[in-house]
């Protein structure tokens, strides 16, 4: 069977081979991991201009702008509203500054229309849009993509008046206008007649078009609730008083997609002069369906699509530009070849921006621009990831301009597996033998079951405290302290001792880590001196694990002797442990650093038939 399947939308990547990983140097490192960090960062970029000048080449050219008519019948406009809708979300306002900054990135994103606001609503706004028209809206760089401003009015003198008042100066000025043409809304809002609509509807147009602006948009609000014969009458009229553009709101969200897609269809079929002017949509997303039924629209003959960055806007928002976009990026082929201007590279920077102005922070799970778009948590998809990325993922992440903290967007958690877990060693620097491995990977699930995620500082703690541990002699099986202000401290330790038996000790201490650790004297009996003892929380959070680092000393004053070997020495050992819990990570350090104890006095053996009276001579 022959696979066609096509992995990705653009910029392929090709699987990787065994042969091409990172080759390792002696000590242990790959060679990627070994190299300086200004080195990788410069490979990374140049990799990136290579791939972005490739994708740029493959870009189809925008043709010239026409307000009523577009020459490639492929092509689709782009329609940014972020900084009107999207503005309509609760709490989203922006300042003339910050609005700038916005309108600056959308046109390097290459939106051919910029909705800046809407001028009548207050000078403030007045004052945005004109600045983005005079400034966005001529670009001084020769050859630079020259977007069209835009600012909305309803269907009034007053509105109109200060909407071309603040986009004149743009080299491409549009004036947008709109007046409901559903039922519900001509009765309950406008409380006018279907007639007086129409009037004014054609009168406003006109009088947008006598101010000297040659591009007018007209929208009929809540044309999904509106009437089929009354919408083509009214755009007939518009059309005829000089729109150039016909956008059809679904203003509540409330068609399914290929109600929408056939009312454009529809619109296309039946409204006479509809082939002087270019069809719109503008979806707005109630029902979680404004980028379906976009597309829909798009299919069915729209040749501008309204949108927003995040899909941010009134209520529940509008479509996103981002999920348009690449939907018609990935799937063009099956949207009748249609493509945009788009310079997609642009996508995850614009979304952070609008996300720090707009001050509404998308979901995680949000489609292509959501932190976790391109990151794979469970083993089965990194393990596919690991081998070829087309297996999860239907878009580069180059193609919107994110670059991602690992190569394979692999998030270690509970759910990680083998492969993966494997793989971050082996980016971190570390070879361990697969018997190393298997322990080490136990570790790694009980600590993951508990944290949220797992970081690279969580696996070198637990590497350090699992692998690079000498030979075990003593192992930890229990520990189990109560603490408080109520009375002492006290600790059980249960430590499996070199032939298997379980010994049990139990003690009092200023402190539970002192009560532990006294209990682990009563069983081991080394008589130590403790010289050092530290502890860091090696990741953030609650949940953060603790790694703590001991160094204790053989005790050799009053002569004091390891009770079994009758041997006293003075050179000092560490250990490390660490564990999500204090009182743990203490024992397994202690535990460690008198291991190393052991087997440096060769007690291992004997010490396991511990005498009922030997002393424990141990000093803080
Ligand atoms: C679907 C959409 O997203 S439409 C865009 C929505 N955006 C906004 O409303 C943001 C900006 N709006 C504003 O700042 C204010 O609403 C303003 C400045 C436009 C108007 O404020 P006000 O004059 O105080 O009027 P208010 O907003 O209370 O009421 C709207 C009036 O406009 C009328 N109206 C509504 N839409 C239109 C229209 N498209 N054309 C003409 N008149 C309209 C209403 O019938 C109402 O008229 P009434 O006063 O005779 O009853
Ligand atoms: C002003 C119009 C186009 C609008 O935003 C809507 O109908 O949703
Ligand atoms: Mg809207």
Redesign the pocket.
């Known amino acids: 069977m022959a696979f066609t399947a096509k992995p990705y939308c653009s910029t392929p990547t090709k699987p990787p081979t065994l042969s091409a990983r990172a080759p390792r140097s002696a000590h242990g490192l790959s060679a990627a991991a070994a190299a300086t960090p200004s080195t990788v960062r410069l490979r990374a970029f140049a990799q990136r201009i290579r791939a972005q000048s490739q994708q740029q080449q493959q870009r189809r050219r925008r043709p010239e702008y026409v307000p009523h008519r577009i020459d490639d019948p492929n092509y689709v406009r782009i329609f940014d509203t972020t900084l009107r809708?999207g503005e309509?979300s609760p709490g989203a306002t922006m300042t003339s500054a910050e609005k700038l900054v916005v309108a600056r990135q959308l046109a390097r994103l290459g939106v051919d229309i910029i909705e800046a606001g809407?001028p009548?609503?207050?000078p403030d706004d007045l004052d945005a849009v004109r600045s983005i028209a005079i400034e966005v809206g001529n670009p001084v760089e020769e050859g630079a993509h020259v977007p069209v401003i835009c600012g909305?009015s309803?269907?009034?003198k007053r509105?109109i008046d200060a909407a071309w008042e603040a986009v004149r100066n743009a080299r491409r000025p549009r004036i947008h206008t709109?007046?409901?043409t559903s039922e519900i809304h001509m009765q309950h809002?406008?409380?006018k007649t279907p007639e007086q609509v129409v009037a004014?509807a054609k009168e406003m147009v006109a009088y947008a078009r006598s101010l000297g602006c040659p591009d007018v948009e007209f929208s009929p609000?809540d044309a999904g609730r509106s009437n089929r014969e009354f919408l083509y009458h009214i755009l007939e009229e518009v059309i005829k008083a000089g729109a150039t553009t016909l956008n059809i709101?679904d203003?509540v969200g409330y068609t399914l997609p290929y109600e929408f897609g056939k009312l454009i269809a529809d619109i296309k079929a039946n409204t006479p002069g509809i082939e002087n002017a270019i069809i719109s949509t503008h979806c707005q997303n109630d029902l979680g369906l404004a980028t379906a039924n976009t597309l829909a629209g798009a299919r069915a003959g729209a040749r501008q699509l309204e949108v927003t960055i995040n899909g941010i806007g009134?209520r529940a928002g509008n479509a996103s530009l981002e999920e348009v976009v690449m939907a018609i990026k990935c799937r063009g082929e099956l949207l009748d070849g249609l493509y945009t201007g788009i310079n997609s590279q642009h996508i995850t920077l614009t979304s952070k921006m609008v996300q720090e102005h707009s001050g509404l922070h998308v979901q995680p799970h949000k489609a292509i621009v959501g932190a976790n778009a391109f990151a794979h948590e469970s083993g089965i998809h990194q393990d596919g990831m690991l081998k070829y990325k087309g297996t999860y993922e239907i878009i580069s992440p180059d193609d919107i301009g994110l670059t991602r903290a690992n190569e394979f967007g692999i998030v270690l958690g509970k759910l990680s597996g083998r492969h993966a877990v494997r793989s971050k060693l082996v980016e971190l620097g570390y070879e361990i033998s697969d018997k190393e491995f298997e322990d080490f990977f136990k570790r790694y699930k009980e600590v993951a079951e508990k944290k949220k995620r797992v970081t690279d500082e969580d696996i070198e703690a637990l590497l350090s405290d699992e692998i690079f541990q000498p030979k075990v002699i003593w192992s930890l099986a229990d520990v189990q302290a109560t603490c408080g202000t109520l009375g002492l401290s006290t600790a059980t330790v249960k430590l499996i001792a070199p032939d298997g038996e379980e010994k049990i000790g139990c003690s009092v201490g200023t402190g539970p880590v002192d009560a532990a650790y006294k209990a682990v004297d009563q069983i081991i009996q080394i008589p130590t001196v403790l010289r050092e003892y530290g502890m860091t929380s090696v990741t953030e959070g609650i949940d953060a694990i603790a790694t703590t680092r001991v160094v204790v000393t053989g005790d050799v004053t009053n002569n004091s002797k390891h009770a079994l070997t009758g041997q006293s020495f003075n050179r000092s050992f560490s250990g490390s442990g660490a564990a999500m819990d204090i009182v743990v990570s203490s024992v397994r350090a202690y535990l460690s650093a008198l291991n190393k104890m052991c087997s440096f006095a060769g007690a291992a053996k004997a010490s396991s038939e511990v005498p009922e009276s030997a002393s424990v001579q141990r000093t803080e």
């Open positions: 809708d309509q809407f009548a609503s207050s909305l309803r269907c009034n509105d709109f007046i409901a809002k406008l409380r004014i609000e709101p203003t009134e």
